[in-house]
């Protein structure tokens, strides 16, 4: 048996909250894993944190992820087949399709913006030469002569995205590698990159020299060490992040398979300084450790000229900050290099600063700096009583996890390192998404002719993606065969009574259990002529809560808060849904005993039903207050027939409140809060 929980336990909240969610690249709509898997688990803490902190203390900004490679060979392959738009619109109108996607989610965000569009470019622009000037004035920024890939045929410098390769990362299968990361989000040198082939002429590419500016990203090993072991013993963190985390902060090593031994001996003399570890059991390679990563980049050139293939290990690098492409924030001469641009992963790390800066400044401008509880980025960003959390998905915990941990401690202005709340995929119809597969993913806008938005966002948060990766099987696009149809045709599991959707078994929460608790105590209340019953007012009835509901309210309070607190969603929606039962069974229980008992004594009948509404009334209001982030468009027209303004209502300072208590803070007496009528047969959940 679960032990109760203790208001004298209660997590700690910060005073403000900054939520992100990941940024999506401004060359494509949004697809079902961006929405499940990141921005309807960020909309659901971040609402809850309105509700538990205060609205004007909480921001949730995102937005497009405008510059970088991908997007640029996207934008060059839609010009060859016609399209004559500049790139700036061409992102504009991928990201205006994003927003409306969101929008159709009910995803609020408090400022959806594009790091190279209005309002939001020249403040990223500012922010990126602040922070590269700041990293320069603390001697952590670099200028490295490294190899760029250069296609001859095409007679230019190519970007990331126009090179594809190998991974070269020991254990890692991807067939989808760029210059210098993989598609699982593995780093490397555009020298280890193994076959590369130029997506312009399809030839092998050469390797020339290009000067960037680069970021000491290995001088930080011993702090993200000891940052890595806090988190590891704060008890919120999911293991995914730690973990992959501690992959990154090895010694720099080169795997050698066995049979290249021979030749390795050969010029094991001209090596720098390094040791050898030994093949264990029947393992097909030996490993070669270097006390940094230059003596394992000096040992490249030796290993190739004597034949010796090998595979790099996760280790830090210097994190590259600017690169030469055209499309991309451009970073001043005065940093050291000429015509430069910032590389698109440090510029979008710091964007949702930069989108911070921009809410509040839009904010002021506007005339409704109230809004919120500051208007000082600092205050959000490097407050010791603020903190930002970031929804990310887990191929992005290097970038977050690691080098931006470094970038912050390196800044020097006080920045809080962000709690990352980092998903694991959203699987489809139990492999990984591909666009290319036989049943490729619906974009997310397509899943809605399918279903209602609240339908879905409850049942993604109920996939538990902070354990592991959970299958998307939506029965709209299930394709398999599970028998044949009278003319012999077969027949698919999309058109098959018989195959239940997986999709909607959270719906039914709602639209039954959910639903059916609102309207008895809306209908159970309301005034009907010739009825003499004084349940019958029109109004919440005062009286306190039984016992047995009194402690499923705080128990269901308490589990909720610890739930979120800990970022188990789906143990959140497990804990509403067994408090939506219990307290639709303890109604339907209590009412009948009522009616059965007022048959033969009216008076006893009465105060049994106000009872049975008084505990119903008072499980309603705390269930909507949880359920608030999960579908907040049913909540909030719950609210609405609760007569009560939803800043009040949904306000966690009320939450463990009785009834009464609450009403009084209304500034009305207990018993004298009317409700807005119910019309007849109406639903608050109607999918």
């Known amino acids: 048996m679960a032990s109760k929980l203790s208001r004298d336990t209660r997590p700690s909240w910060p005073r403000r909250a ?63 087949t016609g399209y004559d738009k500049p790139i700036g619109a061409y992102v504009q109108e991928n990201h205006d399709r994003q927003e409306k996607t969101l929008e159709a989610y009910d995803i609020a965000c408090d400022l959806y913006a594009g790091s190279a569009l209005e309002p939001a470019a020249h403040v990223h622009e500012q922010v990126t030469d602040e922070i590269l000037h700041r990293l320069m004035d603390a001697g952590v920024l670099n200028k490295r002569s490294t190899l760029q890939f250069y296609d001859t045929q095409a007679g230019q410098f190519l ?31 555009p020298e280890e990159l193994i076959a590369p082939i130029s997506q312009l002429s399809n030839t092998a590419p050469e390797l020339r020299p290009v000067e960037n500016l680069y970021f000491d990203l290995p001088a930080y090993l011993d702090y993200l060490k000891q940052h890595v072991d806090k988190l590891e013993h704060d008890g919120i963190t999911r293991s995914v992040v730690t973990k992959t985390m501690e992959e990154w902060l090895l010694p720099p090593v080169l795997y050698i398979q066995n049979k290249f031994r021979e030749a390795f001996d050969a010029i094991e003399a001209e090596l720098p300084a390094h040791t050898v570890e030994e093949p264990e059991g029947n393992k097909s390679s030996f490993t070669v450790v270097f006390p940094s990563w230059q003596e394992r980049d000096e040992a490249h050139a030796v290993l190739a000229k004597g034949g010796v293939r090998f595979r790099s290990g996760k280790a830090l690098v210097p994190f590259r900050i600017t690169g030469n492409i055209e499309w991309g924030v451009p970073v001043d001469d005065s940093c050291g290099c000429h015509g430069l641009t910032c590389w698109v992963w440090p510029e979008s ?6 989108f911070t800066r921009t809410a509040l400044a839009e904010a002021e401008r506007a005339g409704k700096g109230e809004r919120y509880a500051s208007l000082d980025w600092h205050d959000w960003w490097c407050s010791e009583d603020a903190h930002a959390y970031q929804f990310i998905g887990q191929d992005n915990i290097y970038f977050y996890g690691i080098a931006q941990t470094a970038l912050w401690a390196a800044l020097g202005c006080n920045m809080q390192q962000s709690t990352l709340v ?9 492999k990984k998404a591909s666009s290319s597969s036989k049943t490729p993913p619906p974009p997310a806008s397509e899943l809605l002719e399918h279903y209602d938005a609240e339908q879905l ?14 299958s998307f099987s939506p029965k709209a696009y299930d394709l398999r065969e599970t028998g044949k149809n009278q003319d012999g045709t077969a027949l698919l599991a999309r058109d098959d009574k018989r195959v239940i959707d997986p999709v909607l078994k959270e719906g039914t929460l709602l639209t039954g259990v959910f639903n059916r608790l609102a309207r008895s105590c809306f209908y159970g209340v309301a005034e009907r002529e010739g009825d003499e ?9 005062a009286g306190t809560a039984s016992a047995a509901a009194a402690d499923a309210i705080e128990q269901a309070v308490l589990g909720f808060e610890d739930a979120m607190h800990r970022f188990e ?41 106000k009872q049975a509404l008084v505990d119903a009334f008072a499980e309603l209001r705390v269930a909507t207050v949880l359920m608030h982030g999960v579908v907040p468009r049913g909540c909030e027209l719950i609210c609405e027939y609760f007569n009560i303004a939803p800043e009040v209502f949904f306000s966690w300072d009320h939450v463990l409140e009785t009834t009464d208590e609450f009403v009084r803070a209304l500034g009305e007496e207990p018993g004298s809060h009317r409700v807005k009528v119910l019309p007849p047969r109406f639903d608050f959940f109607a999918y």
Not at 586 to 603: C, I, L, N, T
Request: hydrophobic share 40%.
């Open 349 to 354: 790390l710091w964007a949702p600063i930069s």
């Open 159 to 189: 970007n990331g995205r126009q090179v594809i390769g190998r991974c070269p990362i020991q254990g890692c299968k991807s067939e989808k590698a760029y210059a210098d990361e993989c598609d699982l989000g593995h780093q490397f040198e």
């Open 457 to 470: 966002r409850a049942h993604f948060l109920s996939l538990g993606l902070s354990e592991k990766p959970v």
């Open 569 to 609: 969603f789906h143990r959140a929606l497990g804990v509403c849904d067994a408090f939506l039962r219990a307290a639709n069974k303890r109604w339907s229980d209590a009412s009948k005993a009522a009616k059965a008992a007022g048959a033969e004594d009216p008076a006893r009948g009465d105060d049994l039903m």
């Open 533 to 541: 019953s004084h349940v019958r007012t029109g109004c919440i009835p």
């Open 18 to 80: 900054i939520v992100t969610a990941g940024m999506p690249y401004g060359n494509k709509n949004l697809h079902f894993g961006h929405v499940g898997g990141v921005f309807i688990p960020a909309d659901f803490f971040a609402r809850f944190l309105r509700d538990r902190l205060g609205a004007e203390n909480v921001l949730f900004v995102s937005g497009t992820d405008c510059y970088g490679s991908p997007i640029m060979e996207s934008y060059r392959k839609l010009c060859e």
């Open 422 to 430: 980092a998903n694991y995929h959203v699987l489809y119809m139990g």
